[in-house]
């Protein structure tokens, strides 16, 4: 009994939670974000952001912190929210020389910005959120690197030297310096709940795990988003890769959030402004590059009449494939007879040779032979022959080989010559004025071009191949043989006489 109610607890809990998700609306908001690659303008600025003391932003990433000791740096967005809830996904990368690092990097949400502090960067005192990824030990507890929470409403000072023990709201013990890939962090915040997720760093597809999860948490409505880090003694680097925020809201209230006339004339005008700006900067740019202007009128007007060229329906499609296919064979056919004509060749001269040794010539044919077809003569310890046994076998083996592929062939111009018979039939379904003149060629040709390379094929099946018999080996009789034995056995015992 009490199994089956821990099961239907967690069933309860399950489910609530994908009914929360399903319900909730989410929406990117552009003016809190930034990623690379192109994080700066060419002003080096970041947009909608403000960046100040020892950051550095460049194309792909903000360095907060470089590896210098006693280096503060921070930035912070210029507009204060105007959504309740939210959820930010960043990736940060921490690294150094050292075993140990200092001092590390935070992430805020507060109603103040652009504060020079003590508190990794920032001030000390805020209203609102902080979450700090603190990598030196101050406090002596061997409990570095942390990342934790401090909530506080402006009348708090964070301990540095204690690395805020009694004001944290709660964190995990996660080492996030010298890791191959960078480490992701996700906060959100949502119906009073905030929950903190994070991976380790170590493989680049990595699911978040929970670091922190807290209820009835309660931050000002409208705030600013920053990113600040320090160091202290020891040095690190603090980047910031990507800072993505979006905007949490019920589906119930999607339909009830409707944007103002006066906001939409200023984003229409912004949009406007920016679109004026960005032909300005391009008409500036072609009168710069006379030689650009003249490829980028150009490539226009290719791409105005290329406008109805730029799709093709199906049968010009199979058409196509089919020709593609035809070629194929041709060129397949062509090599098919070079093949066989060396084939062919090269057997008529083993066969000649063959012919002559089993005539009984002599070895002074077998010579002439080989010399009306430019091959050397065969050796005077080889018993005669001028063909091995393995050679034949290649031959046999390339016959079957080349026999496969004109069946193949075969079977592949029957395949096109069913699908010209469907195009065929569809062709003749369709009204007279769909055939327009000029797409490709009728199907009478390709049904002809297909048979002409049917009947090719077929030839080449046809054709007559000799077949290769096998050389006789000349074997030396009896006599031979014993005098052989015997001149040897002389030459052993005259030798062994002579020591």
């Known amino acids: 009994m009490a199994l089956f109610s821990i099961i239907c607890a967690i069933l309860t809990v399950f489910f609530l939670n994908y009914a929360a998700s399903q319900s909730q609306y989410r929406r990117l908001e552009y ?4 990623k690379g690659p192109y994080i700066v303008l060419k002003d080096n600025t970041v947009p909608f952001w403000d960046v100040g003391g020892h ?3 460049s194309d792909d990433q903000v360095r907060l912190a470089p590896s210098l000791k006693a280096r503060k740096g921070y930035m912070w967005t210029k507009a204060l929210t105007s959504f309740e809830w939210w959820d930010v996904e960043m990736s940060i990368r921490v690294s150094g020389n050292g075993r140990i690092g200092a001092d590390g990097l935070a992430f805020w949400y507060a109603t103040d910005r652009m504060q020079e502090g003590d508190a990794f960067g920032s001030r000390t005192s805020w209203n609102g959120l902080g979450l700090f990824f603190d990598s030196f030990d101050n406090d002596g507890k ?3 690197p942390y990342v934790y929470v401090i909530l506080n409403d402006g009348r708090k000072v964070f301990d540095h030297e204690a690395d805020g023990v009694n004001q944290q709201l709660g964190g995990c013990l996660r080492d996030f310096r010298n890791k191959p890939f960078p480490i992701k962090v996700k906060i959100e915040y949502y119906h009073n709940v905030l929950t903190v997720l994070m991976t380790n ?14 209820e009835n948490v309660f ?6 988003y920053g990113l600040s880090a320090a160091t202290g003694g020891l040095a690190d680097d603090h980047d910031v890769l990507s800072f993505i925020t979006t905007s949490l809201h019920d589906q119930s209230q999607e339909r009830s959030v409707q944007i103002s006339q006066m906001e939409r004339q200023k984003l229409e005008a912004q949009f406007r402004d920016y679109n004026e700006k960005l032909k300005a900067q391009q008409e500036e740019y ?3 590059h006379p030689e650009k202007a003249a490829q980028h009128q150009q490539q226009q007007m290719q791409q105005q009449g290329n406008t109805g060229t730029q799709f093709e329906n199906p049968q010009d499609r199979a058409f196509r494939q089919i020709f593609d296919g035809q070629q194929f064979i041709h060129l397949a056919v062509q090599q098919l007879n070079k093949r066989i004509d060396e084939i062919i060749g090269r057997q008529e001269r083993t066969l000649s040779a063959v012919s002559a040794l089993s005539s009984g010539q002599g070895q002074g044919q077998v010579v002439a032979a080989n010399a009306q077809y430019n091959q050397p003569p065969a050796a005077a310890g080889a018993g005669g022959s001028v063909i091995q046994r393995y050679e034949v076998d290649q031959i046999l083996r390339t016959q079957t080989e080349l026999q496969n592929a004109l069946r193949d062939i075969r079977a592949f111009s029957a395949d096109i010559q069913t699908k010209i018979t469907n195009l065929q039939h569809v062709q003749s379904q ?3 004025s769909y055939q327009q003149a000029g797409q490709g060629p009728s199907l009478t040709e390709v049904r002809d071009a297909v048979n002409n390379v049917r009947q090719d094929t077929a ?5 007559p191949q000799p077949v290769a018999s096998c050389p006789q080996p000349n074997c030396i009789n009896t006599l031979w043989f014993g005098a052989f034995i015997a001149v040897q056995t002389v030459i052993f015992v005259a030798v062994n006489l002579f020591k």
């Open 55 to 57: 950051a550095i932003a």
């Open 286 to 288: 072609l009168k710069q």
């Open 31 to 34: 003016k809190y974000s930034f």
């Open 219 to 224: 931050l000002p409505r409208s705030a600013y």
């Open 142 to 144: 061997m409990n570095n």
């Open 430 to 432: 369709q009204p007279a």
């Open 201 to 214: 760093g170590l493989t680049a597809d990595e699911t978040p795990e929970l670091c922190l999860r807290a």
């Open 459 to 463: 030839a080449i099946l046809a054709r």
